[in-house]
T-cell receptor
């Protein structure tokens, strides 16, 4: 069974540009989570989908971030326009069902905003 | 507030030494879950263990063991006879209920402990 995949693995963009990160969860996993680690800080929760519905987006930093999960399969996280403080590693995780399922993580996307 | 503290930023040991990674947590939930993840140099977060708050039995898996003590709010991780392949960053995490998400929970993370096992 394939694990969680994320694309790209690394993105370098200029301040003000737009970047879209993609996450493909483990097949059959209804829950999808986005987290972010800024250098020197803890990994922080961004948002959670159940299938195509956003359940909790309390961790999204501001309205420059937009996450979607059309059709309840893969998810995208768009940053527009990117700022310097958006640099970090963005992790995606998925879990199977309800309750406290174990979250399985992808390799992350390292975003560098110059 | 929910919080996870991993006081050890970096640990360096020589192969075959035992090493313990500390994790202390704060929570107001009566039911909660604790996790350990490993992040090898390749970058992915690899799940190691999940423990719920009702189960204080220690867990052993090969050279890995976990000591959960509710009285001290700690969930420490010990690697016995460490190997070079154990070199990684290890994260401790605590579950927290999410807004409008039923029983699903997000993870609250410690800063991680970077373990270097030298030959």
């Amino acid at each position: 069974e394939a694990g969680v995949t994320q694309f790209p693995s690394h993105s370098v963009i200029e301040k003000g540009q737009t970047v879209t990160l993609r996450c493909d969860p483990i097949s059959g996993h209804d829950n999808l989570y986005w987290y972010r680690r800024v250098m020197g800080k803890e990994i922080k929760f961004l948002l959670h989908f159940v299938k195509e519905s956003k359940q909790d987006e309390s961790g999204m930093p501001n309205n420059r971030f937009l996450a979607e999960r059309t059709g309840g399969t893969y998810s995208t996280l768009k940053v527009q326009p990117a700022e310097l403080e958006d640099s970090g590693v963005y992790f995606c995780a998925s879990s199977h069902g309800t309750g406290v399922d174990t979250q399985y993580f992808g390799p992350g996307t390292r975003l560098t905003v110059l | 507030a929910q919080k996870v503290t991993q006081a050890q930023t970096e640990i360096s040991v020589v192969e075959k030494e035992d090493v313990t990674l500390d994790c202390v947590y704060e929570t107001r939930d009566t039911t909660y879950y604790l996790f350990w993840y490993k992040q090898p140099p390749s970058g992915e977060l690899v799940f190691l263990i999940r423990r719920n708050s009702f189960d204080e039995q220690n867990e052993i898996s090969g050279r890995y063991s976990w000591n959960f003590q509710k009285s001290t709010s700690s969930f420490n991780f010990t690697i016995t006879a460490s190997q070079v392949v154990d070199s990684a960053v290890y994260f401790c995490a605590l579950s927290e209920k999410m807004v409008g998400a039923g029983n699903n929970r997000k993870l609250i993370w410690g800063l991680g402990t970077s373990l270097a096992v030298n030959p």
